[in-house]
Every structure is written in structure tokens, then in C-alpha cells.
């Protein structure tokens, strides 16, 4: 008895057109929101061991995790609002951070 061999293959691309993208136009994807994640989390450190404005910082991490969370559910417009809203938070906390170093830096080393 003789045993004939077989080959096995494996189609590895896909049949058909490809998948549209949500939001696409003209076949190119929709630019994605950003979150500024990695902003606030050096905001929320910065406000809360430099200038002890930590009830700033928090928010525009919550507000960044919210947008990333609808960037990946895939609500576009609902992330940029949250990604927005992250950013003017950050900000608004940056430039406190800056005067209040500006602050310090006066008080301490100003000689009349």
C-alpha cells in the first residue's frame, strides 16, 4: 500500500475588497483624536509635588482615560470632546506650575 502525500496551504489574505474604515472618506481613515494621556499624567505629578494643585491635575487624567476609552469603543467625536477638554485642563495646569516655580524662585532668591 502506498500512501499519497498531501499538501496543506493556507490562504493568509483576505477575499474580497477590504473592510471600509468607520469615519473614512476618499479611502483614507479618519484622523484619530488625541488624548494627551501622557500629558496629564506628568500634569497630575507636577501640580501635586510642585505647586499643590493636585485638584487640577486629576481631572485632565480622568478626562484623557475617558478619551481614550471612546477612542477605542470607537465614538470619534465623543473622544476628541474629552481629549479637548484633557487639553485645556493640562493648560491651565501647566502654566499654574510655572508661576508658581516662577513664584518660588522670586521669593527665595530676590535680595532687596
Known amino acids: 500500500m502506498v500512501c ?9 489574505q483576505p477575499r474580497g475588497p477590504p473592510p ?15 488624548d494627551f494621556v501622557l500629558w496629564s499624567l506628568f500634569t497630575v505629578l507636577l501640580c501635586q ?7 487640577l491635575g486629576f481631572p485632565a487624567l480622568m478626562f484623557s482615560i475617558k478619551a481614550r476609552d471612546r477612542k477605542v469603543l470607537g465614538d470619534l467625536e465623543g473622544a476628541r470632546s474629552y481629549g479637548t477638554t484633557a ?4 493648560i491651565i495646569g501647566s502654566l499654574l506650575v510655572v508661576v508658581a516655580i516662577a513664584v ?3 521669593v527665595n532668591f530676590w535680595r532687596p
Open 4 to 12: 499519497k502525500q498531501q499538501s496543506l496551504s493556507v490562504d493568509l
Open 20 to 34: 471600509p474604515y468607520p469615519g473614512a472618506q476618499q479611502g483614507f481613515p479618519a484622523e484619530q483624536p488625541r
Open 49 to 55: 509635588k510642585l505647586a499643590c494643585l493636585g485638584c
Open 87 to 90: 487639553k485645556v485642563l493640562n
Open 104 to 106: 518660588v524662585l522670586f
